[in-house]
């Protein structure tokens, strides 16, 4: 496994899945489509309104922008899907569609993790 990001993690569990980089909602109507259960989204500013049709359907979330006080959090806490927010990724498009895995690491921190 490779560390690939870190962030502020909504709930203390661990999710694995396949990764995809979301940047419109014609991708969040593929992902519907193709089956969104067990997946990871990477999101830049995405909502839960954005994620809407996809939710409850995800293993996890992670967001390059938020806090632990931002909507998508609240909900994705209300969902109990992990959510990794304000997470600092260099190159988004390079993760998509590989297999990820989000851990707690320490009190409210997370980590993303690339399998190789």
């Known amino acids: 496994m490779k560390e690939v990001a870190r962030g502020l993690i909504s709930l ?24 969104a259960d067990g997946k990871i989204v990477l999101v830049n500013d995405g909502g839960t309104t954005f994620l809407a049709p996809i939710l409850s359907k995800l293993a996890g979330v992670v967001c390059i922008t938020g806090a632990l006080g931002s909507h998508l959090a609240i909900v994705t806490r209300e969902f109990e899907i992990p959510a990794l927010m304000g997470t600092k990724i260099e190159n988004p498009e390079s993760l998509d569609r590989k297999h990820v895995i989000i851990k707690p690491d320490q009190e409210i921190e997370g980590v993303l993790f690339v399998t190789e």
């Open 12 to 35: 203390k569990l661990s999710a694995e899945g396949e990764l995809r980089y979301i940047t419109t909602m014609q991708e969040v109507i593929q992902l519907l489509k193709e089956g």
